[in-house]
């Protein structure tokens, strides 16, 4: 199964050594942690917050920074967005203590961005590049993970519940990493010497790029860009109902997310020495392919 259910209700431990194992050896093989029965509940004044329009329109997410208390990307202004502001600081903090009690050998986790994603994913017009419908790992163009820091995601669907089974997130999951790696990594081409440093001058990144990201961001865009593998790829179908939260490696783990509104989402990074299986990282796994040294 590429989901791992567990039937907490709430946010916070105690867990079991069993359940914290269980747990962490389940992330690091590239199954999604489902948690059905854990709802990010909103208060009553937070649902005029359940609105496509509180996006600006360019931005897909609106995104938080918890350590300056920035918000991006939404229309809301004054009052309005500090109430927005605090209701996804309440779910970044939630999330982050959930991950503290339920993966404590993670203890270097860095929290980073914490988004809220309010837009219908179906339907909308996107570049190849930015369409998260088509299945990719994910890879950040400008926040470079270097010696293959991992990027660990919680999601919520805060969608309404309906009558009709209705609001459910809606995602696909592709194959094994190593399989999809071993597709791709040998059609990727070197990349010119002194981008890294360029791009790191200019800005572009947030420090230089090295093998790992550039691999990766190779593979994001192969992956979206080959319309034959959207096709044809194993694809698993996966529904994420309102009131359901999940976890997932989203750097190791294609994935895809074809309908949904209404959706949470806290970013973790640590460093791959923390792992209880380093060799199961991707980028162990691209050394492996390549017979490369990435970082
Ligand atoms: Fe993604």
Redesign the pocket.
Known sequence: MIREEFDFREWKGPFDAQTRARAQAALEHGRLLYFPRMPFKLTNSETEFLDGRLTDGKAKNISLDHTSGKLQGTSATGERATRLAAMIERFGAGATQFVKDLLPNYSGVERARTSYRPVEVEGRAYSVISD?RLL?V?AFPSRPMKDGRRILRFFANIAPHSPNGGGARHWEVGEDFADFASKFAPRIKPHFPGKSWLYDTLGVTRGRRSAYDEMMLSLHDGAKRDAQYQKTAPHTRLDFPPGSCWMVY?DQVL?AALKGEFALEQTFHFDVAQMGEPETAPIKVLERITGKALA
Request: proline share 0%; aromatic share 0%.
């Open positions: 998260d990719h994910d989203t994935h």
